[in-house]
Every structure is written in C-alpha cells, then in structure tokens.
C-alpha cells in the first residue's frame, strides 16, 4: 500500500492550489482519508477528513479549502483557495484501516509523503 501527496509548490498570497493524494494498492473509497500538514517546528494539524460515504470533517481551515473524491481516479483532493503565509506547510494524506467515521485520533494506518506547499507574501 502506498499513498502519495502531489500539487504542492509556490503560490503568493491569495492564490490556490490543488492537492492530490493517489493510492497504490488500496482503494482509497472504501477508507477514511484525511489530509494533515505541518509546518517546521510546529506540530501535525489536520486539515480534513472523509468518510468512505463522503462525509466530510473540516478542521480548522474552514471555508477556504475543501476536499474533495474521485473513485475513477482512485484520488482524494484537496483545493485550497485564498492561501496565506500561515498555510506554508508539508501536507500529506493518510489513510485508516478501518472504520467509516473519521476518527478523533490522528492513529492511521497508512500514511504517504508529503507535498510541500509555500505560501510568499
């Protein structure tokens, strides 16, 4: 099983992008996915969760990105939009072995590089 982030790069403040997170080995509709960032000497955050019934958990980024699913694809997205410096950051995907519902705990079982997004001012 592997997962991996993509889209990340450099944006000024203000614009967007958009995430990817594909999986090898696993189809990733059938699992709760989420996507987390960190940024250097700061702690893990999560930004979003999805339940395989696409019931989605936003975290503390409300209303500027959103997730997203295409089961043809086998991908989860993640657009942002009206990014900030505050948003530079690794974000990378992760995946549960179980259960439907997206968890309080950050204890996934799988979870793929990341893709470093940077924000300018």
């Known amino acids: 099983v592997q997962l991996q982030a993509s889209g990340g790069g450099l944006v000024q403040t203000g614009g967007s992008l958009t995430l990817s997170c594909t999986a090898s080995?696993?189809?990733?509709?059938?699992?709760?996915v989420a996507w987390f960032r960190q940024a250097p000497g700061e702690e893990r955050k999560r930004v979003s969760c999805?339940?395989?019934?696409?019931?989605i958990t936003e975290n503390f980024v409300k209303g500027r990105f959103t997730v997203s699913r295409d089961r043809a694809k086998n991908s989860v997205y993640l657009q942002m939009n009206s990014l900030i410096p505050e948003d530079t950051a690794a974000y990378y995907c992760?995946?549960?072995?179980?259960?439907?519902?997206?968890?309080?705990?950050?204890?996934?079982?799988?979870r793929g590089q990341g893709t470093l997004v940077t924000v300018s001012s």
């Open positions: 999805m339940s395989p019934r696409d019931e």
């Open positions: 080995g696993l189809t990733l509709a059938n699992f709760v």
């Open positions: 992760a995946a549960w072995l179980t259960g439907t519902t997206c968890p309080s705990k950050d204890n996934y079982d799988w």
